[in-house]
C-alpha cells in the first residue's frame, strides 16, 4: 500500500488522530497515546493518558505550567520504538520553531515517513531552537496563517522596530506597554529589548514563563516581575487579554501595543486600541507554509487549524495532494490573542 | 509627490489616519489634506463626500452600482486567487478591500504603479454612475485598478462599499473641513444638515459662503432626532409640548416637486424605487413640498402592521405586483421642512404643521395616513394617551416642542420619545458567530434559544448590546464551549445566559421556536443564573397572548402562521407567568415649567 494509504490521518472527536500510529496529535480531551507538539494551553486541554509523548523542554512546561506529567520526553533526534498497527517505528521529535520545546513529530514506518508540524515557523529565534522542513511522505501541517495575504516582514527588522518605538516611549516620559502572548512572544521580547539594554518589567503570567524559560536554560537577563508600586522606567510586557485590565487602563502615559501576527490586520488595531501595532509571529506565514510543503516533497499534505480549507485547496491548485483536517474548539486567534483559562488567574 | 490631488496621497492620508487613535491628529491629517487640494473643487468634492461615507452627493439619484460580486469578479483576475480564497481572506481581514490590497501588494512591481489622479478617480465615479450594465462595469473597475498601486486598491474598494474606516467618518469630515478652512464646526454643521452634501459644504467652507447653504426640495436634509424620555434630565413642561403617535416604520422624506417624488431613507439613501405606492400617491398635487414621517406596511383596517411585515419590503429593490398587493405601505407624515413658499426649517413646529396640512390637503385620496398631534395638559392625559398610542397599534409617543425649529441632524431634547420594552426574557446562548469590521475576530452574533420540554429551540439571534470587553471575555469562554461547525457559524454548549430585552413578540418560521422578538437586544449576562432555569416556550406564549389581548400588534398574515405544531390554539400553557415588565416604567416630570430652549440655528 503506499505510503499516503497506510498513513492515513483522520479528525475525530478527540483530536486528530494516526490509525497507523494509534497517537493523537495533540488532542483535546484525555486519550490513552497522545503526542503534545508545544506547552500551549490550547495543545494540552486534557492530558493524563497512558502515554504521552513531548520534547524535553516542552515535557518540563508542562510540568510548570499545567502540573501535567510526560510519559516519554525526548531530546532533539532522540529515537523512541513504537509498538503500532503499522508495525515497528520508530519516532523521534524535531524543533518547530514557534516557541521554546515546540516539537515536529517524525514518525519512520515501515509504509514511509510521517511529519507533523505542530505549530511551526521556519528560521531562527531568539529564544528557541531553529525549525526546519523535513523531507517525508505524508505532512500534517499546520495553517494558521495559510492564506495568501498572511505575508510577513523580517523578523529582525520587526524586533528592530520595536525596540526604536520603545526607546522613543520611554525617552518621552511615557510606559511602552506590548501585548503579547505570555509563552513565547513575550521571552522573544524580553530577549531583543534586554540586548538593547531596554529595561523590562514582566507582569505575572509573562514573569511565570520567563522564569520557566531561565530553569531551561534561556537567559533572559533585565527582567524584573512588574509591580505596581513600581514607577521605574521600564518596558511592560503583559498578555493580550489583560488589555481591559485597570492596571493597563490607569498605568500613567501608558502607550499601547500589539504585537503579533494578526496585527497585520487593520481590524487588530481597533479591537485592541492600540497606539501601534507590529507583525510579529511565532507562526509561519504563507510563504513559509507553502516552502515548507514543498520542501517536505510529501506526497500527501493534511491541513489543519487556522485556514486550513482554503491553504488546501491553495495546495491543490498547485497540484498537491491536499486535504484539510478541521480540529474542533481551536481556532486562528486562539494562540496569539486569547487567555487561557490556566493563566488568567495569574 | 508631484500633485497633491491624487488617489496615493489621498490613501496615504487615510492610513496615517487609521493608524493613531487621537481623534485630533486624525481631524488634523484629513484638514491638511482637504487645505493642499483646496484649489481644486472637484478634488475637494469627492475627497469631502469620500470622507463622508459616500461617493456620490446625497440626493444624486443615480448609484455607483458596483457590488460585492462585480469587485469579487474583477479581484479574481486582478490577483489570480479564485473567488472562494478571496472570500477567506475577506473573512479573514473583515474587509474585502484590505484583503485585495494585501493580495495586490504581493505582484511585482504593484508598489511602483502610477496610480490615478482624483479628477480621474471622479471621471470613474462618473461613469459608474452612468451605467447600470454590469458588463461595462466589470472592465472599468478592472482598468481603474490595474493601475492602483496596494494602498491605493485598498481605499478605492472601500470607497465602493462598506466604508473607510479610518474613524467617525461624517463627524471627523465635518470637523475637518472647519479646520481646514478655518471655519466655526457649528456653521458647518448647520450648512451640513441642510445639504446632506459634505463636498458642497467642502467648498461653501472654502468660499466663506456657509451661509447660504439653502435646503431644496429633491435633496435630503439630515432627520431631526429624539432623545429617549430617559435621557432627559431636566422635568419637561406639559404646555410647551404636543403629543404624536410614536410610529414604528422606516423613517423617510418624500421629496416633491414638478413631476418628480423623491423618497430618502435614513442616511439620505434614495428607496423611490422601492415605495411606488408610496411616490405615486403624491403625483396628483401640483403643489410642492419635502415631508418628514415614516413608511408603515398598513392592513386593510387602516391599521400598522407589524415591523417585520414591512421588513420583507425593505430589501426588494423592486417590489413585485404580488408583494405590493399583499404588504401595501403608506406614508406618515408629521412633519414639513419645506413647500411652495420656501424653506421651513427655521419656523416653529406650529407654523410648519399647519403648512402641513395645507399641503396634504392638496394631495387627494391616497392611502397617506396623517399623524394626529394632541395637545395634552396634565400627566394623567399623557398616561392615557401611551396607552391609546399602544392600542392603536403604535409603540409610544413622541413629545414635541410646539415653539422649536426643526433641527436637522440633532437629537435634540425638543422631541422626546416615549418607548417601552415590552418584556425581557433570559435565554440561552446555543450558537456563535464571528462578526464583521471591527468585530472581525471575534464571536459577537449570537443566536438564542428557550426550553421547549428538554429541548432548546432558537427564538432569536442579537447582535448588540454587550461591551467590547464582555465581547472578547464571551468569545473566549464559547471558543472552549465548541460543539461543531456550520462555516461560520459555531454550535456551543448551551450554558450562557442572556437576559433579552425585546418590543414584541411575533409568529415566525425563521426560528424553530415559531416565534421572532422585535429589536431583541442583549439586557445583560445572566451569569447567575444556570441554563436550565432560562426562560420557557410557554413563557414566550403567554407573552405573545398577553400583547394580542392588550392589541398591541394584529394577527400575522397566513404566509406568517407557524404549523399547528407549535401554535397555541386550544392548548393552554402549562406555566402561566404574566408579562415581565421591563425594568424601565414611564415617568413624567411635570411640576417645573423651567423650559428647554430649541437651539435657534444662527
Known amino acids: 500500500m503506499a505510503a499516503e494509504e497506510a498513513l492515513a490521518v483522520v479528525a475525530r472527536p478527540e483530536g486528530l488522530y494516526v490509525p497507523a500510529l494509534d497517537l493523537f496529535l495533540d488532542p483535546g480531551a484525555p486519550v490513552a497515546r497522545a503526542f503534545v507538539s508545544h506547552a500551549h494551553g490550547d495543545h494540552v486541554v486534557a492530558q493524563g493518558g497512558a ?44 524543533p518547530a520553531g514557534h516557541v521554546l520545546g515546540a516539537a515536529q513529530l517524525v514518525a519512520d514506518t515501515p509504509a514511509g515517513r510521517l511529519v507533523y508540524t505542530g505549530d511551526y515557523q521556519s528560521g531562527p529565534g531568539l529564544t528557541h531552537d531553529v525549525g526546519a522542513p523535513i523531507p517525508c511522505d505524508v505532512l500534517v501541517v499546520e495553517a494558521t496563517f495559510g492564506l495568501p495575504i498572511f505575508h510577513f516582514p523580517p523578523r529582525e527588522a520587526v524586533r528592530a522596530a520595536i525596540g526604536k518605538w520603545c526607546e522613543e516611549r520611554l525617552a518621552a516620559n511615557e510606559t511602552p506597554v506590548l501585548l503579547a502572548y505570555a509563552l513565547g512572544k513575550a521571552q522573544e521580547l524580553c530577549a531583543a529589548l534586554g540586548q538593547a539594554g531596554l529595561p523590562v518589567m514582566a507582569h505575572g503570567a509573562v514573569a511565570k514563563m520567563c522564569a520557566a524559560y531561565e530553569a531551561l536554560g534561556v537567559a533572559l537577563p533585565g527582567v524584573r516581575p512588574y509591580a505596581a508600586a513600581d514607577t521605574a522606567p521600564g518596558v511592560l510586557i503583559v498578555p493580550p487579554w489583560a488589555r481591559g485590565q485597570s492596571f493597563v487602563k490607569k ?25 501601534a501595532v507590529f507583525t510579529l509571529s511565532d507562526h509561519a506565514d504563507f510563504d513559509d507554509l507553502l516552502f515548507t510543503v514543498r520542501s517536505s516533497g510529501a506526497r500527501r499534505v493534511y491541513t489543519t487549524f487556522g485556514h486550513a480549507a482554503p491553504f488546501a485547496a491553495i495546495l491543490r491548485e498547485l497540484s498537491i495532494d491536499a486535504r484539510p483536517l478541521e480540529a474542533l474548539g481551536r481556532d486562528a486567534h486562539e494562540q496569539d490573542a486569547k487567555p487561557d483559562v490556566n493563566e488568567a488567574g495569574a | 509627490m508631484t500633485s497633491p490631488a491624487t488617489l496615493r496621497a489621498l490613501a496615504e492620508t ?36 469620500l470622507c463622508s461615507g459616500r461617493g456620490l452627493a446625497a440626493g444624486d439619484a443615480r448609484s455607483l452600482g458596483v457590488g460585492w460580486a462585480l469587485v469579487m469578479e474583477v479581484a479574481a483576475v486582478l490577483t489570480g486567487y479564485p473567488p472562494g480564497i478571496l472570500a477567506a481572506c475577506a473573512r479573514a481581514t473583515g474587509d474585502l478591500g484590505e484583503a485585495v490590497g494585501l493580495l495586490v501588494a504581493r505582484l511585482p512591481g504593484a508598489a511602483e504603479r502610477e496610480g490615478l489622479t482624483l479628477a480621474e478617480l471622479a471621471d470613474i465615479w462618473d461613469r459608474f454612475a452612468g451605467t447600470s450594465r454590469r458588463a461595462d462595469k466589470g472592465p472599468m473597475l478592472f482598468r481603474a485598478l490595474a493601475r492602483c498601486s496596494p494602498v491605493e486598491t485598498k481605499y478605492l474598494l472601500r470607497s465602493l462599499g462598506g466604508g473607510l474606516r479610518i474613524g467617525a467618518q461624517e463627524t471627523l469630515a465635518l470637523a475637518a473641513i472647519a479646520r481646514a478652512f478655518d471655519r466655526d464646526i457649528e456653521s458647518v454643521r448647520w450648512a451640513f444638515a441642510r445639504t446632506g452634501d459634505a463636498g458642497l459644504v467642502a467648498c461653501l467652507a472654502r468660499d466663506g459662503e456657509l451661509a447660504s447653504a439653502a435646503f431644496e426640495i429633491g435633496r435630503p436634509a439630515a432627520f431631526m432626532l429624539a432623545t429617549p424620555h430617559e435621557g432627559i434630565r431636566t422635568p419637561i413642561d406639559p404646555g410647551l409640548f404636543v403629543v404624536e403617535d410614536k410610529i414604528d416604520g422606516i423613517r423617510a422624506q418624500v421629496h416633491k416637486r414638478g413631476d418628480e417624488v423623491s423618497i ?106 396623517r399623524a394626529n398631534p394632541v395637545r395634552p395638559m396634565t400627566g394623567e392625559d399623557l398616561e392615557r394617551a401611551f396607552r391609546g398610542a399602544r392600542e392603536r397599534g403604535h409603540e409610544g409617543l413622541m413629545l414635541k416642542r410646539s415653539d422649536a425649529f426643526y433641527e436637522a441632524g440633532r437629537r435634540t431634547a425638543s422631541w422626546i420619545k416615549v418607548k417601552q420594552a415590552f418584556a425581557t426574557l433570559d435565554c440561552v446562548i446555543t450558537a456563535a458567530e464571528e462578526g464583521h469590521g471591527k468585530r472581525a475576530g471575534v464571536w459577537s452574533d449570537y443566536t438564542f434559544a428557550v426550553w421547549n420540554g428538554g429541548e432548546l429551540v432558537s427564538i432569536g439571534k442579537a447582535y448588540s448590546g454587550l461591551t467590547d470587553e464582555e465581547i472578547e471575555l464571551l468569545t473566549t469562554r464559547l471558543r472552549k464551549m465548541t460543539l461543531d461547525r456550520f462555516g461560520r457559524v459555531r454550535l456551543v454548549r448551551p450554558e450562557i445566559v442572556l437576559e433579552i430585552a425585546f418590543d414584541g413578540v411575533q409568529k415566525s418560521t425563521r426560528h424553530k421556536s415559531g416565534f421572532a422578538l422585535r429589536f431583541p437586544r442583549i439586557a445583560r449576562l445572566r451569569d447567575d443564573k444556570p441554563a436550565e432555569e432560562a426562560d420557557t416556550l410557554d413563557t414566550v406564549r403567554s407573552l405573545y397572548a398577553a400583547q394580542l389581548e392588550s392589541g398591541h400588534r394584529e394577527e400575522p398574515r397566513p404566509s406568517e402562521e407557524v404549523s399547528e405544531e407549535v401554535s397555541d390554539k386550544g392548548r393552554a400553557p402549562t406555566r402561566k407567568r404574566p408579562p415581565r415588565p421591563a425594568s424601565t416604567q414611564l415617568v413624567f416630570g411635570f411640576h417645573s415649567t423651567e423650559p428647554t430652549v430649541p437651539r435657534r440655528p444662527r
Open chain 2, 264 to 369: 430618502f431613507a435614513r442616511g439620505l439613501t434614495r428607496v423611490t424605487a422601492q415605495f411606488p405606492e408610496v411616490a405615486d400617491a403624491f403625483r396628483f398635487t401640483t403643489a410642492a413640498a419635502a415631508l418628514d414621517g415614516e413608511l408603515v406596511a398598513i392592513g386593510p383596517d387602516g391599521r400598522p402592521r407589524p415591523f417585520l411585515v414591512l421588513a420583507e419590503r425593505i430589501h426588494r429593490k423592486a417590489p413585485t405586483r404580488a408583494m405590493l398587493a399583499s404588504i401595501p405601505v403608506a406614508f406618515l407624515a408629521y412633519d414639513l421642512l419645506a413647500d411652495d413658499q420656501g424653506e421651513a426649517l427655521d419656523r416653529p413646529w406650529t407654523e410648519r404643521r399647519a403648512r402641513l396640512e395645507r399641503f396634504l390637503a392638496t394631495v387627494g385620496p391616497t392611502p397617506l395616513v
Open chain 1, 51 to 94: 502515554r504521552t509523548l513531548a520534547s524535553a523542554p516542552t515535557a518540563a512546561l508542562l510540568r510548570g505550567r499545567f502540573g501535567l506529567e510526560t510519559s516519554h520526553c525526548l531530546a532533539w533526534g532522540e529515537a523512541l520504538a513504537w509498538d503500532a498497527p503499522a508495525g515497528p517505528c520508530t519516532l523521534t521529535v524535531a
Open chain 2, 14 to 49: 487615510f492610513e496615517a489616519m487609521r493608524s493613531t487613535r487621537s481623534p485630533r491628529v486624525k481631524e488634523a491629517l484629513l484638514a491638511a489634506f482637504l487645505s493642499a487640494v483646496a484649489s481644486d473643487t472637484g478634488a475637494l468634492q469627492l475627497t469631502a463626500r
Open chain 1, 251 to 275: 498605568r500613567k502615559n501608558a502607550r499601547i501595543a500589539y504585537v503579533s501576527g494578526w496585527a497585520l490586520i487593520d481590524a487588530a488595531r481597533e479591537r485592541f486600541d492600540a497606539d
